[in-house]
C-alpha cells in the first residue's frame, strides 16, 4: 500500500465491514426485536451494510447512507441491488457538517443509525496531518491538567457517536454500532453524566482479528432510546450470539464491571480518598532525561557518554521492572530538575553547573516538546514530581499490566527510587506503614474490590481514579475487626 493511500485508511478510519459481519449484526438486531422505520448509516463507505439492510430489514421505508469518499460513492450507485431497492438513498455529505434532523420525517418515525465510525484517534489524526476531524474544542469539558494532557485525547467514533445519541434523544430510536469496547463505555458514560434517556443498552464482543485484521477489543454498541426512559446500566455480552451477560452500571456516579462482585465489597468505596495514588515522573524527552549506568560511565539516549554530577540523579524503576519484581536494583537513571512542579530550575546552576551545561547542550530537544503542559513554564520542568516523590518506601504497580501486583519499594543506593508514568504509587516515610498498608492491598477483598471496578480489556486497565477510590483507613479497620 503507497503512503497517500495508507494516508487515507487512517485518516478516514477505512477499515470497511465485510458482508458477513454486517448480516450478522442486523439479524442481531432483529433479534433484539429492532423494527425501524428509517435506518440510516453516517459513513457508508462501500455499502455493506446497506447491502444487509435491504435484505434483512424487509419493513423499513427508507435506507439512507452517508459517505464522503468520492470513490465509494461511484462504487455505491453502480450496485445493482443497491440501485435496484428504491427505498435506498445515498448522498455524499461530510458526518462532521451534515444536517441530520432534514433525514426524518417526524417524532413518530423509529430511527436506526448502524454502522462503524472510524477507528482512529484525534491525537492520531494529527501525527498524519489529517483533516477528517470535528472542529476542536474540549468537548468533554476537562479542567486543567487533564485538559492539556492525554485525557484530551479521543477516539473520533467516540466523537461522532456522541452526536448521534444526542441527535437520536428525540426519537424512539436505535443505534447499533460497532466500535472499540472503552468507546462503548464512555458514551455509557456520558449518557449516564448528561441524565439523557436510554431504555436498554447492551455489547456484543466481536472477533476483530476474524474481521478487520487488527487486536483491539471491540463489540457490537447496541442502544434503545426511550423519551421516557433513564436506566443507566450495560449488560456485556461475551460474543454475539451468548445468552449471558455480566451488568456494568453505577455506584456513585462511578462506573463498575462486575455489579455483582462490587455490591459484596462496596463498603471499602469512597469518592475522595485521603490517600493519594500519584503517577510517575513525565519528561517527554528520555533520550536526554533518562541515563543508563555501566562501566564506561552514564551513557544518555544519544549513546553519549555524560559527565554530570549525582545531585540531580535518581535510580529509575520502568512499569516492566515493577510488574515483573526487578525493584531492588537498577542501572537507569533520570534526572530530576524540580522538587515540585513550577519551581524554579535556576539552582542547577550553581549546585550542579555540569548538570545545567548538560541539559543546555541539549536544549534543542528539552525546548521543543510538544505537550502543551510545558508552555510557560521553567526551562527544563518536569511533571508528575513532589513532596511524596522523595519518600523514602513506596508501594507501586504498573497500570499497563492486567494484574494486582502491589509491590514495596525502598531507596536505591541510599536515594529515593523514581518511576516512569506508567507506574502509580504511594509514598510512606515509615517502613513499617508501608508494610502495613501492603498487606491490605493484598487481602483477597481489597483485590475483589479493585478488580470489580477495573476493565481488564484497556490498553492501561489500573489508573489511579481507581486506586484512589479505596478508603484505606476503613480498610485497615474492617480488615483488623471484621476479617
Not at 454486517?22 to 442481531?28: F, L
Request: charged share 25%; with cysteine.
Amino acid at each position: 500500500m503507497n503512503n497517500i493511500k495508507h494516508k487515507q485508511k487512517i485518516e478516514f478510519g477505512d477499515f470497511q465491514t465485510p458482508i458477513e459481519l454486517a448480516e450478522i449484526v442486523t439479524k442481531k438486531l432483529v433479534s433484539l426485536e429492532v423494527k425501524p422505520d428509517i435506518i440510516i448509516e453516517p459513513t457508508c463507505g462501500i455499502g455493506n451494510f446497506l447491502l444487509a439492510s435491504s435484505k434483512i430489514f424487509e419493513f423499513a421505508t427508507k435506507i439512507i447512507g452517508i459517505e464522503i469518499n468520492p470513490i465509494y460513492l461511484q462504487e455505491l450507485k453502480q450496485n445493482p441491488i443497491l440501485s435496484n431497492d428504491s427505498r435506498i438513498i445515498i448522498r455524499q455529505g461530510n458526518f462532521f457538517d451534515f444536517q441530520w434532523s432534514n433525514l426524518t420525517n417526524s417524532l413518530r418515525d423509529r430511527v436506526l443509525v448502524l454502522g462503524n465510525f472510524p477507528w482512529v484517534t484525534n491525537s492520531k489524526q494529527g501525527f498524519i496531518q489529517g483533516s477528517n476531524l470535528p472542529q476542536k474544542n474540549n468537548f468533554k469539558h476537562y479542567q486543567g491538567l487533564d485538559a492539556i494532557t492525554g485525557k484530551s485525547n479521543f477516539d473520533i467514533s467516540e466523537w461522532m457517536l456522541i452526536k448521534t445519541v444526542d441527535w437520536l434523544q428525540n426519537y424512539n430510536s436505535y443505534l447499533g454500532m460497532l466500535c472499540k469496547n472503552s468507546v462503548a463505555r464512555k458514551i455509557l458514560n456520558y449518557i449516564q453524566n448528561k441524565n439523557l434517556n436510554l431504555f436498554y443498552c447492551s455489547t456484543y464482543k466481536i472477533n476483530s482479528k476474524k474481521y478487520f485484521q487488527t487486536n483491539v477489543e471491540s463489540c457490537l454498541l447496541f442502544c434503545q432510546f426511550n423519551l421516557n426512559k433513564k436506566r443507566y446500566f450495560c449488560d456485556v455480552f461475551s460474543n454475539i450470539d451468548s445468552p449471558k451477560y455480566q451488568r456494568i452500571g453505577y455506584y456513585n456516579q462511578t462506573l463498575v464491571r462486575d455489579l455483582e462482585t462490587f455490591s459484596q465489597v462496596n463498603y471499602f468505596f469512597i469518592k475522595k480518598s485521603s490517600t493519594k495514588w500519584r503517577s510517575g515522573i513525565k519528561h517527554d524527552c528520555s533520550k536526554v532525561m533518562e541515563l543508563s549506568k555501566s562501566n564506561a560511565g552514564l551513557i544518555n539516549g544519544f549513546g553519549e557518554v555524560i559527565d554530570i554530577e549525582d545531585k540531580f540523579l535518581y535510580p529509575l524503576l520502568k512499569g516492566s521492572d515493577v510488574a515483573n519484581g526487578k525493584i531492588h536494583s537498577t542501572t537507569r537513571y533520570v534526572l530530576v530538575t524540580q522538587n515540585n512542579i513550577g519551581e524554579s530550575t535556576d539552582k542547577i546552576k550553581t549546585l550542579a553547573p555540569k548538570t545545567w551545561n548538560y541539559l543546555f547542550r541539549y536544549s534543542q530537544y528539552l525546548d521543543n516538546r510538544k505537550s502543551k503542559i510545558y508552555k510557560n513554564k521553567p526551562r527544563f520542568s518536569i511533571f508528575g514530581v513532589g513532596d511524596y516523590s522523595f519518600k523514602k518506601w513506596k508501594i507501586a504497580i504498573c497500570g499497563l499490566y492486567k494484574k494486582l501486583d502491589f509491590k514495596l519499594i525502598g531507596e536505591i543506593n541510599n536515594k529515593p527510587t523514581f518511576f516512569d508514568d506508567t507506574v502509580y504509587f504511594i509514598g510512606f516515610d515509615s517502613q513499617k506503614e508501608a508494610i502495613q498498608t501492603l498487606d491490605i492491598l493484598a487481602n483477597k477483598k481489597i483485590l475483589n474490590f479493585y478488580s470489580s471496578l477495573i476493565f481488564w480489556d484497556e490498553k492501561r486497565p489500573i489508573k489511579a481514579s481507581i486506586l484512589n477510590k479505596l478508603d484505606l483507613k476503613n480498610a485497615k479497620y474492617h480488615l483488623k475487626n471484621f476479617n
